[in-house]
């Protein structure tokens, strides 16, 4: 689903950090937001949850305006995993995953047979069908991850929204995660936008790549149009040495330094 953002300003309180932004994220798309701390990727993403309300501006999810959609409605278009999820004790990951479906419940009502197929349907597609019956605490990081992310599946939304989703992983993990998000974004036609850090997970990944800088998108487009040492200046302050693998189709930043030196 097409997301577009119309002269968006948001912050915390009086402090504003994004200033007149303007943007369209491609149906779709595995779009990764990426730049220094403090550049204002995290509350672009709060804002598009709405955990953050717009000071100005205007956010579409398709065709319906994000502040004039309903808890629920919004619930069936949007899934959000935060960069901590709380770890409720005690619960299995077959429960977790059930609460992926509370958007669709009725009133006093319990799961339904559909609502069982979905659930189950969303830990095949993650990989953890064999720990349904595993306490979520008990797994490990990137197993926590794949649940979570079964639960998010669980909704049955256009759009999937990600803080740091490989925050706290080993890279073996990372990687499983981001190739499982890839494929998700492939076969379900999910649009995905996350925020990450590791710039070449994102040139790897990545369908769409906004680059930002003091609350501000300083560049976007694909990682073979977008990611040049020009641009990486202008997000991270360096100056980049990069290689780019066309059979691939994504560049790779091989070696960096400051921009001063």
Request: aromatic share 6%; proline share 4%; glycine share 8%.
């Amino acid at each position: 689903m097409e997301i577009k953002i119309n002269g968006l300003s948001t912050g915390y309180g009086d402090k504003m950090i994004i200033k007149n932004l303007n943007t369209i994220i491609p149906d779709g798309s595995f779009t990764m937001i990426i730049g220094q701390n403090g550049c204002g990727k995290s509350t672009l993403l709060k804002t598009l949850s709405r955990i953050i309300k717009p000071k100005s501006g205007t956010i579409f999810i398709g065709n319906n305006e994000l502040g004039k959609i309903k808890n629920k409605s919004l619930a069936k278009k949007i899934a959000v995993l935060p960069q901590n999820p709380m770890v409720p004790e005690g619960i299995k990951v077959h429960e977790l995953i059930a609460y992926g479906r509370f958007p669709y419940q009725k009133p006093f009502s319990g799961l339904s047979s559909k609502d069982y197929e979905i659930i189950d349907w969303a830990m095949e597609k993650t990989g953890i069908s064999e720990l349904k019956n595993s306490v979520l605490s008990e797994l490990s990081g990137g197993q926590r991850q794949r649940a979570f992310i079964a639960m998010a599946l669980a909704q049955k939304t256009d759009v999937l929204l990600l803080d740091e989703p490989t925050t706290y992983l080993d890279i073996a993990h990372q990687l499983e995660i981001l190739t499982l998000l890839k494929k998700l974004n492939i076969e379900e036609n999910v649009t995905i936008i996350a925020v990450v850090h590791e710039l070449n997970q994102a040139c790897k990944f990545a369908t769409n790549i906004i680059g930002m800088n003091a609350g501000k998108i300083i560049f976007e487009g694909h990682p073979m149009d977008v990611i040049t040492k020009e641009n990486l200046k202008l997000a991270y302050e360096i100056d980049a040495e990069l290689y780019v693998d066309r059979k691939k189709g994504y560049p790779i930043c091989i070696d960096y330094g400051a921009c001063h030196e």
